[in-house]
């Protein structure tokens, strides 16, 4: 054979081996394309999702209600994307409505992408606020919560002493001042919220807040705090000192993630911001980023993909992005405004004589009127077998006594199985029929207990080591236990739920 024809030959092979090369590289490419293309689809029904259960959660309870007649409803959103919302039948025990949202890229195309997610949501107030959940055990224009709070707290301004637990919603009303939860402090759980009409600061290493935060200003999570719900805030939101978010993130301005954790491998989350995002720390993050304006990437290791308006900036120095860069970014869902603070109203009534009790005493179903009320170190039988007891106090009130509960009309109340010394006992929803009234100041003794709802006109002042099972009202004044810790249980009160 000569060597043209060996040639030929090699050129032919040679010819066949670039066609299945190309063919390979052409595959690969379109399935990487493919799967890119997915997973954006992927990422715009999640969206659509997340819009949907916010949308959801916006809605007062008679909204809620009318969606839930109304059964499957559709919701068109830009991008080609859409929610379809199932509002359930309210559970009037937990006061929520379980909501079932199907977010939907592309829908009608071969192309549809799905994304389906449950919650259970608690109806926003009439005015599209975020209200207290109904479960105040306290309200005042001020508070210091030093202890264990069983239910949701209500103040123009609120400290919390550290260490303490709030297993509740919180809600501040004062444009001005920064709500801080710091040093060990617990707030929340499922469903819960804390809402600030200004700032909102959580730090440090044990705090941890279970639920959504909304923040008509800016928000600073610090110190290692951990949130297990979404932020919204109206300004900037600013993550710092190894701090953990395993929710998304909302800001009508900037977004500076300085250091701390947020997404994992298996579950993304996701930042939205009005403005710039500038994400930093040397961490590992699993977030899609959005921002209207421009994101900036430095010393980070980041997968998702990254929605910008103006661009993306790449500080190269340790920075790796391990995913897509797109300029159409879904904006952020603004905070919803929290619920106003209006006291309860003082009732009117006529009292001519004072009351000291220095020896056991019981009320039973009715209405007293006093002038002052006061007990030396004693036991007060509360009888309410027969009804509900209501004590009018027109000037201060002051207690030392042991308080008895008696729920039958059999037996003697002066027992150990009535006592009552912590706030877990069998016959704490009896304090729903037990109210007292001062029209100045409410106090407890050392390590006195209470039952029942108080409404001071001024002050109240629980004591260390007390128990309260009931609420705590005041109409002018604060609810202050100076510093001294207390356990306090939500009941709510047959008086001021008919006034």
């Known amino acids: 054979m000569d060597t043209k024809g060996v040639t030929l030959i090699y050129a032919i092979a040679a010819l066949v081996l670039l066609a299945g090369v190309s063919a390979a590289i052409h595959s690969q490419y379109a399935t990487t394309l493919g799967t890119m293309l997915e997973d954006n689809r992927a990422d715009l029904a999640t969206y659509a999702a997340y819009s949907g259960l916010n949308y959801a959660r916006s809605q007062n ?4 209600a009318t969606l839930h007649t109304a059964g499957s409803t559709d919701f068109s959103m830009t991008n080609g994307v859409s929610f379809r919302l199932n509002v359930g039948v309210k559970d ?12 939907m890229a592309n829908p009608g195309t071969s192309y549809v992408s799905n994304a389906l997610m449950t919650a259970n949501i608690t109806p926003a107030s009439s005015g599209g606020t975020n ?45 001005t001042a920064t709500l801080t939860i710091s040093g060990g402090v617990k707030v929340g759980g499922t469903g819960e919220f804390v809402c600030s009409n200004a700032n909102i600061t959580v730090s440090g290493g044990s705090d941890v807040v279970n639920g959504d935060l909304y923040a008509q200003g800016d928000v600073l999570i610090d110190g290692g705090a951990t949130i297990n719900g979404n932020i919204y805030a109206k300004g900037s939101v600013t993550i710092n000192g190894g701090s953990k978010v395993w929710g998304n993130i909302h800001s009508l301005s900037t977004v500076n993630f300085m250091n701390g954790s947020m997404g ?28 209207q304006a421009n994101i900036d990437l430095q010393n980070i290791t980041i997968y998702g993909n990254m929605y910008a308006k103006s661009g993306v900036t790449e500080t190269q120095w340790n920075t790796h992005l391990y995913g897509n860069i797109y300029t159409n970014p879904t904006a952020p869902t603004p905070p919803v405004a929290c619920a106003t603070y209006t006291p309860p109203t003082a009732p009117t009534f006529t009292a001519t004589t004072p009351i000291t009790i220095n020896s056991q005493k019981t009320f039973t179903a009715g209405n007293y009127y006093y002038t002052t009320f006061s007990t030396a170190w004693t036991d007060i039988c509360f009888d309410v077998s027969a009804g509900d007891i209501n004590i009018f106090v027109s000037g201060d009130a002051s207690s030392n006594a042991t308080i008895y509960v008696k729920t039958s009309t059999n037996g003697n109340c002066f027992n150990n199985s009535n006592k009552m010394d912590s706030i877990d006992e069998t016959f704490y929803t009896s304090a729903a029929k037990i109210f007292l009234y001062t029209g100045g100041k409410f106090t407890l003794g050392g390590g006195v207990d209470w039952f029942g709802t108080v409404l001071a006109s001024g002050s109240i002042y ?15 004044g604060t609810v202050n236990p100076d510093g001294s810790w207390y356990e306090i249980k939500y009941v709510e009160s047959n008086y001021l739920s008919n006034h």
Request: hydrophobic fraction near 35%; proline fraction near 3%.
């Open 264 to 291: 994992t491998a298996s579950t993304k989350q996701y930042i939205y911001a009005a403005d710039t995002v500038t994400v930093t720390g040397g961490s590992t993050i699993y977030v899609d980023i959005h921002s």
């Open 462 to 476: 629980p004591a260390g080591g007390s128990s309260i099972i009931g609420s705590l009202h005041s109409i002018n």
């Open 131 to 175: 209200n207290s959940s109904g479960k105040n055990v306290n309200t005042a224009k001020n508070i210091k919560v030093a202890g264990y709070v069983e239910g949701d707290v209500l103040s123009e301004t609120l400290s919390i002493q550290g260490g303490s637990t709030i297993a509740g919603s919180i809600t501040t009303t004062s444009p």
């Open 61 to 64: 309870d008679a909204a809620l």
């Open 92 to 103: 009037t025990g937990a006061g929520t409505y379980p909501v079932t949202v199907l977010g």
